[in-house]
Antibody
Framework: QVQLVQSGAEVRKPGASVKVSCKTFGYTFTDYVIHWVRQAPGQGLEWMGWINTDNGNRKYSQKFQDRVTITSDTSATTAYMELTSLRSEDTTIYYC???????????WGQGTLVTVSS | EIVLTQSPGTLSLSRGERATLSCRASQSVSSSYLAWYQHKPGQAPRLLIYGASSRATGIPDRFIGSGSGTDFTLTISRLEPGDFAVYYCQVYDRSGALTFGGGTKVEIK
């Protein structure tokens, strides 16, 4: 069955970077895009960006454009999200999700808690 | 950039009652690109509705999506205990960017 399994919790100091992975199972990796979404601290869901795993095209939210890089490894059926210049406000849970065209995100990873603290 | 405004911010209802959640877009959007998600603490978000009115696999028929243009609605016809959660609408814009609304919390009265 379809599963997205994310890497474990991370702790970083302000100014550092973090890279979260999203290993996929149960479907053809290149048939779907992968999105990254975070739960804004004390707020709602924030979309960060997506990657077309077939051709590598990417789209980022303007908010994160300068700090986020989304990549994928087809042979490993895994997507990655790297966020740089971390600050305390980046402390939250990050999710990957499988995207079906522009219609929906139908399967989600379990979430990865990133804590930014000095 | 499309802005999605959800209302109310919080809905306090009892089990068995009907919940009506609103999602208003700052400009007209394609219904094909409007989705709704349920999010509970400690869990990943769950797709409920896509294409404004199509239920995702396994979603019970008490969840009903409707609307077009700038105004969309999620109706939960009879609230069950597992329905108390935060609900988000989401849309793609023409540039390929994606936006979530601010969410509506459905809580037990």
């Amino acid at each position: 069955q379809v599963q997205l399994v994310q890497s474990g919790a991370e702790v970083r100091k302000p100014g550092a970077s973090v890279k979260v992975s999203c290993k996929t199972f149960g479907y053809t990796f290149t048939d779907y895009v992968i999105h990254w979404v975070r739960q804004a601290p004390g707020q709602g869901l924030e979309w960060m960006g997506w990657i077309n795993t077939d051709n590598g095209n990417r789209k980022y939210s303007q908010k994160f454009q300068d700090r986020v890089t989304i990549t994928s490894d087809t042979s490993a059926t895994t997507a990655y999200m790297e966020l740089t210049s971390l600050r305390s406000e980046d402390t939250t849970i990050y999710y990957c999700a499988r995207g079906v065209g522009k219609q929906k995100m139908d399967y989600w990873g379990q979430g990865t808690l990133v804590t930014v603290s000095s | 950039e499309i802005v999605l405004t959800q209302s109310p911010g919080t809905l306090s209802l009892s089990r068995g009652e009907r919940a009506t959640l609103s999602c208003r877009a700052s400009q007209s959007v394609s219904s094909s690109y409007l989705a709704w998600y349920q999010h509970k603490p400690g869990q990943a978000p769950r797709l409920l509705i896509y294409g404004a009115s199509s239920r995702a696999t396994g979603i019970p028929d008490r969840f009903i999506g409707s609307g077009s243009g700038t105004d969309f609605t999620l109706t939960i016809s009879r609230l069950e205990p597992g329905d108390f959660a935060v609900y988000y609408c989401q849309v793609y814009d023409r540039s390929g960017a994606l936006t979530f609304g601010g969410g509506t919390k459905v809580e037990i009265k």
